[in-house]
């Protein structure tokens, strides 16, 4: 069996309406013929687009493949006896080039439920964000289910929504049941549960090239919808140079932020989970058993529970979002 290393995957490129070219002018990937590149997903275990093994003796396997011959040397024997086969997270890069639709996604028990699935827990990081940009999370106000579905009804769902001004290093958590949307002119990083289920809600009476308008899922969202008010949306946190910066910490991943201006030793013996960096400025090289491995800005790496300690070398300087489950 061949040995584990640090591992990088081949990207999935997603064509999306509101999609543009940040991840291609500023990310500096490659999306080849895609008009509207919306999303990239970097690490995905979500059955429709199982993540490939882009260089290494494994190159050409599946993360799927992985976790089957591995197992818990791969993710942690705690991950792998709560997740079998499937891998837990999924990483992404979004470019909002317009406003996202308004949605909702299930928690566990209501995904279980209605699609056999997990339910999707997410974090966004704000990489860059064009001035007046903006975003959706929650409510501005206590709601009930009724008073929502008479905004909705009657055109002035934007209206009870709460919009918050964005700046490049924001951080927002985002629990099952939270309505949102990503705002125009934002490109951000996202960590969420392996899933895909999106209930949209509204979607500004937007229209594709052939004049159809999007799949709107309002009886689906109505039990999935968290209808509280909460003071703070935003997640609060300090940023330090040269220290680990911890940020979110949920059932379903704890992620903290590294921003490094020189080189630094990683131990994660303490953990029994994969972690995954995520560089969203600089670049670094991974030192692992005498091998380097190279890191820039838009790319992602996975660690193996079997690597307990790495080098991270620089030249220029890094960020990366750090992610491991608990």
Not at 2 to 29: C, V
Not at 112 to 129: D, L, P, Q
Not at 135 to 144: D, H, V, Y
């Amino acid at each position: 069996m061949s040995a584990l290393y640090p591992l990088k995957f081949k990207t999935i490129y997603k064509d999306k309406i509101w999609g543009g070219h940040k991840i291609e002018t500023y990310l500096h990937k490659d999306i080849g013929d895609l008009p509207n590149c919306g999303e990239t997903w970097e690490i995905s275990g979500v059955k429709s687009d199982v993540s490939v093994v882009d260089s290494g003796e494994l190159k050409g396997q599946s993360l799927a493949d992985l976790l089957e011959k591995f197992q818990g040397e791969l993710v942690g024997e705690k991950v792998y006896a709560h997740f079998g086969n499937i891998f837990p997270l999924l990483v992404k890069f979004i470019d909002a080039n317009d406003d996202l639709s308004v949605q909702v996604h299930p928690d566990d028990k209501l995904a279980k439920e209605r699609h056999n699935s997990f339910g999707k827990t997410e974090m966004w990081y704000v990489i860059e964000a064009d001035p007046g940009s903006t975003l959706i999370t929650g409510f501005n106000r206590e709601m009930t289910e009724q008073e929502y579905v008479d905004a909705l009804n009657s055109g002035h769902i934007m209206d009870i929504l709460n919009k918050e001004d964005v700046t490049a290093g924001d951080v927002y958590f985002l629990p099952a049941g939270r309505v949102h949307t990503i705002g125009k002119g934002l490109l951000i990083a996202e960590i969420q549960q392996t899933s895909d289920i999106t209930y949209r809600i509204y979607d500004f009476d937007r229209v594709d090239d052939k004049g159809n308008k999007r799949e709107l899922h309002t009886e689906e969202a109505l039990a999935a919808i968290d209808y509280k008010h909460y003071d703070e949306y935003k997640t609060l946190y300090t940023p330090v140079k040269d220290e680990t910066v911890h940020v979110v910490t949920c059932p379903y991943f704890t992620n903290n932020i590294l921003d490094f201006t020189h080189g630094t030793e990683k131990d994660y013996s303490a953990l029994d989970s994969f972690v995954i960096h995520v560089c969203v400025a600089g670049e670094y090289t991974i030192t692992h058993n005498g091998a380097a491995y190279p890191v820039k800005m838009g790319e992602c790496i996975l660690l193996p529970k079997t690597i307990d300690k790495v080098e991270l070398t620089t030249t220029s300087g890094f960020k990366i979002l750090e992610s491991y489950i608990e």
